[in-house]
């Protein structure tokens, strides 16, 4: 089992800045990609970005390629989601989801492709 928890998701102005983070508990070394994902109500689930562990690739939607930036502190286990230049469309609730299976065939754009997933954290971004 990996247990995990967002920070991070607050309200903020148009143009403005937040970092969340995901701290990953329990079977850690089991995780072979972690990723974020975001909701508004009446929506499905929309990808936002992914990392893998161990080579560090890294893959955004183009909704926040340029703006966003994922990265993994293995020491804390931790996945952080850095978003600049925040726009009212980013508001959502925040997900991040692991994978502890083989990636090679994931694209890790797709929810179903995760094994776990923490509570969320609201983002809000007021015009």
């Known amino acids: 089992q990996v247990q995990l928890v967002e920070s991070g998701g607050e309200l903020v102005q148009a143009g403005g800045s937040l970092r969340l983070s995901c701290a990953a508990s329990?079977?850690?070394?089991?995780?072979?990609?972690m990723g974020w994902f975001r909701q508004v109500p009446g929506k499905e689930r929309e990808f936002v970005a992914a990392?893998?562990?161990?080579?560090?690739?890294?893959y955004y939607s183009d909704s926040v390629k340029g703006r966003f930036t994922i990265s993994r502190d293995n020491a804390k286990n931790t996945v952080y989601l850095e978003m600049n230049s925040l726009k009212p469309e980013d508001t959502a609730a925040y997900y991040c989801?692991?994978?502890?299976?083989?990636?090679?065939?994931?694209?890790?754009?797709?929810?179903?492709?995760?094994?776990?997933w923490g509570q969320g954290t609201q983002v809000t971004v007021s015009s």
């Open positions: 329990g079977r850690t070394r089991s995780i072979s990609a």
């Open positions: 990392i893998t562990w161990s080579s560090v690739n890294t």
């Open positions: 989801a692991a994978v502890v299976s083989r990636i090679g065939a994931l694209s890790l754009a797709r929810a179903s492709e995760y094994d776990y």
